[in-house]
Nanobody
Framework: QVQLVESGGSSVQTGGSLKLSCKVS????????VGWFRQSPGAERTWVAN???????GYTLSVKGRFTISLNIAENSLALQMNSLKPDDTALYFC????????????WGQGTQVTVSS
């Protein structure tokens, strides 16, 4: 059974940092694309970052240079280091997987809340 469980969300002030984690079970993360999405109140869920099929990371423009996605193969988990946080980063953050490779984003965690105050 595939499960993705996020943690690490919190409330911080502008300019602060947070590290989100996503523990994955049911498949090896090295075998399927995994990534992060977020959803602000009243808005649609949007892509934040993921690893492409060639292993290179990709980021939405608004977080490039501030956020870093990483994988921990040994722990079968992924993380999102978020620095220089802004109020616009306030959202429910989800990790997701597209498994088997070539599938749409078909597995999702329950989300972890990040709130950035000015």
């Amino acid at each position: 059974q595939v499960q993705l469980v996020e943690s690490g969300g919190s409330s911080v002030q502008t300019g602060g940092s947070l590290k989100l984690s996503c523990k994955v079970s049911g498949f090896a993360i090295s075998t399927c694309p995994v990534g992060w999405f977020r959803q602000s109140p009243g808005a649609e869920r949007t892509w934040v970052a993921n690893f492409a099929s060639d292993g290179t990371p990709g980021y939405t423009l608004s977080v490039k240079g501030r956020f870093t996605i990483s994988l921990n193969i040994a722990e079968n988990s992924l993380a999102l280091q978020m620095n220089s946080l802004k109020p616009d980063d306030t959202a429910l953050y989800f990790c997701a997987a597209a498994c088997p490779r070539g599938s749409p984003w078909n597995y999702w965690g329950q989300g972890t809340q990040v709130t950035v105050s000015s």
